[in-house]
Every structure is written in structure tokens, then in C-alpha cells.
């Protein structure tokens, strides 16, 4: 290739590329020379191009933007970190259930029919208290309180068994449907009737008492889902597997008949 | 160990500028070398892991993803937009060989200077150029030619 012709297809190679031949192509490529001058005109090219003024902030607000999650950029402040909202949702649980349940009643039993059922088990035949209380089936919270009023002498209270201490029944065996319907409803107006002298079958204040029973049953079984739901839930929310292990907290609780304090729930 | 949020902002901001010049001399393009950066930083940040030398890293991983994309073209495309044929002569100190070039250039005579600074920095057509030193198209490409000989002469007196 002549002085000349490389010229030419230098100047060309600049200025038309597209329109080289695959031979001219394949010059450019394998001559010496031609290629030379090429890498000369790349090197010439990468050391002349001016760099573009960059807006760094721009650049990081739009990386950040796409890349870093919004909870890592910022520091998390306390109310939405996941402890917390974890802690507010179990308790607004606790409260959901509390209140249902204090709304439906469902384990109440009314001071005066704790006082028709006491009085009820001191008519029954037998020769001293402890004799007439083996004579009748309570549930062990129930028949706690009423040996307390009749052997200990205590006052009357309102009776509303802790659901705490149901679990001692077999929950898992428990098998009472509740039924509102078979609840005998004015048991509470009819005891209290009882009070003004008016005569209860004992058998019917032992329905009752067992009735009583097994709606506990129930309640604790009830609260017993609704936590490992509410567990289970949270879990879910914060990326948590509710098997991996139980979970003890302590919670604070209000039932329905007004006591309060912490209670040891064990999470599975 | 990841970098927190605070650090790796600090390496950003100080490795953006650098990154971005370096993908744009070499692809010749603003919004390419731009994205390519921002390419390197995302996978930096999604390792998870901090870096002995992130400038270094972040150097590197630029000039290697512009060289693929060189070498998605062909020989053809390559001339056509100038790109470099031998790739593999891209080192890590990309920077000290365009001072050197920059250095040649200053080099050559004075409307060889003017006519490179016209085709290869303003990226004039070489009719602009003509017309704007005032000269013949002929002139202009006389000027280029000799100046790519010389330079291509100060690379290879280099070289060895």
C-alpha cells in the first residue's frame, strides 16, 4: 500500500466508516501501519473526550433511591421498629379478645348465683361441709372458691374463674359446642330470685355450674387460638417462622371481671 | 461485614466523578458511562461484603464492564465509533496513559493542536472544522493524518 492509498484510507476511516469494504476492514485491522495510526486516532479520541460536569448528589439520591431500601437509609425511629410493633399488635390482640369476651359474658357467673350455688351445696344431705361438698361435681376453679366461702368462711365474691387456671382440665378433649342457646341465660335473674327466697333445684345450680365449666373450657380454648393466631400472624408480618421455637413473654392482661397483671404466655 | 448506608455514600461520592470520566473515555458516551457506574456501585452495594479497596474495585469493574461492551462489537462497529480493536492493551492505569496522550498532543504543532481539539474533543465534522479554522477541508485532513503519524511515532518510540 502506497503512502498515498494509506492516506487515503485514513482519512476515510475517519471520516466514512461506513462505508469501508470488508477488505479495507480487514486492512485496518492486519497492516501495521494502517493499524497504527488507528490505535493513535483511539488514544487521541479517549484522551480528548471532555468529562461531562457530574452531579454527584443527584447521581446518589438516584441510586439510593433505586438500590438502598428506604428502611436502610434512614435510622428506624422507635415506633416503627419491629419490636414495637410487634408488642402493639399482640396487645391490641389481647384487647380485641379481652373485650369480646367481656362483651359476650361467656364465663361470668353472677355473685348472686355463686351465693344460690353455695347455699344450694349446704342443703345438700351430709354430715359436715367437707361431706357435702364431695357429694358435688365442680370444676376444680369453681369448687376452689366454693370451699373457701363454706369451710374457710370467706366472703362472697364475684366468681369469674381465671382462664389461667383452666389449663389443669384437658382442653384438648373438650368437646362442648357452645351453643348460646343451651346457656341457660336468666340463670343469673333466676338465682338471684333464689336470694329472695324463691327455691333452685340443686340440680339445676349444678347444671349450671357445670355449664359454667365448659364454657370456660371453651373461653380458654378460644383464647388459646386466638393467640397462636395472633403469634402466628406476627410472625408472618415480621418475617418470622412460628416454628422455630416458642416464644415465653409476658403479658399484660385485663379480664373481664377487672383484675389485672402480667401473665406468662408460652407462644408455640 | 456490609457497608453501612454512611459508608458506602462516602465511597460513592468519592469514586462517582472518577468512575463516570473513566467509562466515558473509553465509550465515548455521557449517559452510557453514567449508567455503567451506576451499574458497578449496585453491585458493589449487593454484595453485602466490604472490599479491601473499593476505589480500586470500583476502577476496575468500570474499565472490565467497558471493555465488554466493546467487545460486543465487531470489527466493523468498532471503527465506526472508534472504539479500541485490542482491548486487552487497557491497563488498570488508564489515567497516566491519556496524561501521556494529552502530553503528546501538546506535542504537535500548533494547527495540528487546533485541528485535533476541533475532530476529537469538539467532535466537529471535518467541514465544521474547516469552517471554523478557517482552512480547506483538505487542510484538515492533511492535519489529521500528520498528526495521528506523529503521535502514532511518539507511542511506538514509547513502546519500546
Known amino acids: 500500500m502506497t503512502q498515498e492509498e494509506l492516506d487515503i484510507l485514513t482519512v476515510k476511516m475517519l471520516t466514512q466508516p461506513e462505508q469501508l469494504t470488508d477488505a479495507e476492514i480487514e486492512a485496518i485491522v492486519g497492516d501495521e501501519e494502517l493499524r497504527g495510526i488507528y490505535d493513535a486516532a483511539v488514544k487521541t479520541k479517549m484522551a480528548s473526550v471532555r468529562p461531562e460536569e457530574v452531579d454527584v448528589d443527584a447521581?446518589?439520591?438516584?441510586?439510593?433511591?433505586?438500590?438502598?431500601?428506604?428502611?436502610?437509609?434512614?435510622?428506624?425511629?422507635?415506633?416503627?421498629?419491629?419490636?414495637?410493633?410487634?408488642?402493639?399488635?399482640?396487645?391490641?390482640?389481647?384487647?380485641?379478645?379481652?373485650a369480646f369476651m367481656f362483651s359476650h359474658g361467656l364465663i361470668e357467673i353472677s355473685q348472686s348465683g355463686y351465693t344460690a350455688l353455695v347455699d344450694t351445696i349446704k342443703g345438700v344431705s351430709g354430715a359436715g361441709e367437707h361431706e357435702k361438698l364431695a357429694q358435688v361435681d365442680l370444676p376444680d376453679t369453681l369448687m376452689e372458691a366454693v370451699k373457701d366461702t363454706i369451710i374457710n368462711k370467706k366472703p362472697v365474691k364475684r366468681v369469674r374463674p381465671r382462664v389461667s387456671a383452666v389449663p389443669k382440665r384437658n382442653l384438648a378433649n373438650a368437646d362442648v359446642t357452645i351453643d348460646k342457646q343451651q346457656i341457660p341465660v336468666s340463670d343469673a335473674t333466676q338465682l338471684a330470685d333464689n336470694d329472695k327466697g324463691v327455691e333452685i333445684d340443686p340440680e339445676m345450680a349444678l347444671q349450671i355450674a357445670r355449664q359454667q365449666a365448659r364454657i370456660e373450657n371453651q373461653m380458654a380454648i378460644y383464647r388459646a387460638e386466638q393467640y397462636r393466631s395472633m403469634y402466628k400472624s406476627a410472625c408472618r408480618s415480621y418475617g418470622r417462622d412460628p416454628a422455630h421455637r416458642p416464644v415465653q413473654t409476658n403479658m399484660y392482661n385485663e379480664n373481664s371481671s377487672g383484675q389485672s397483671g402480667f401473665m406468662k404466655v408460652v407462644m408455640q | 461485614m456490609q457497608y453501612t448506608v454512611t459508608e458506602f455514600e462516602a465511597i460513592y461520592k468519592r469514586c462517582y466523578p472518577r468512575a463516570v470520566g473513566?467509562?466515558?473515555?473509553?465509550?465515548?458516551?455521557?449517559?452510557?458511562?453514567?449508567?455503567?457506574?451506576?451499574?458497578?456501585?449496585?453491585?458493589?452495594?449487593?454484595?453485602?461484603?466490604?472490599?479491601?479497596?473499593?476505589?480500586?474495585?470500583?476502577?476496575?469493574?468500570?474499565?472490565?464492564?467497558?471493555?465488554?461492551?466493546?467487545?460486543?462489537?465487531?470489527?466493523?462497529?468498532?471503527?465506526?465509533?472508534?472504539?479500541?480493536?485490542?482491548?486487552?492493551?487497557?491497563?488498570?492505569?488508564?489515567?497516566k496513559r491519556l496524561d501521556d496522550v494529552r502530553d503528546a498532543i501538546k506535542s504537535l504543532s500548533t494547527r495540528e493542536q487546533e485541528v485535533v481539539n476541533e475532530i476529537f474533543s469538539q467532535g466537529s465534522t471535518y467541514r465544521e472544522a474547516a469552517a471554523n479554522l478557517n482552512v480547506s477541508v483538505s487542510t484538515i485532513n492533511k492535519n489529521v493524518v500528520s498528526a495521528l503519524r506523529s503521535l502514532r511515532a511518539h507511542f511506538k518510540i514509547q513502546k519500546k
Request: proline share 3%; hydrophobic share 45%; aromatic share 10%.
Open chain 2, 22 to 95: 473513566l467509562a466515558h473515555s473509553l465509550l465515548y458516551d455521557a449517559e452510557e458511562a453514567m449508567d455503567i457506574a451506576q451499574q458497578v456501585f449496585a453491585a458493589l452495594w449487593d454484595t453485602r461484603i466490604q472490599v479491601d479497596n473499593p476505589d480500586a474495585f470500583v476502577y476496575r469493574s468500570v474499565k472490565n464492564m467497558c471493555i465488554n461492551r466493546i467487545n460486543t462489537n465487531n470489527n466493523r462497529e468498532r471503527i465506526k465509533k472508534l472504539y479500541a480493536i485490542d482491548t486487552e492493551t487497557i491497563d488498570d492505569d488508564i489515567d
Open chain 1, 59 to 98: 447521581a446518589w439520591r438516584e441510586f439510593s433511591d433505586k438500590h438502598i431500601g428506604v428502611a436502610e437509609r434512614k435510622p428506624v425511629p422507635w415506633f416503627r421498629q419491629r419490636f414495637t410493633r410487634f408488642a402493639a399488635a399482640i396487645v391490641v390482640g389481647v384487647a380485641v379478645v379481652s
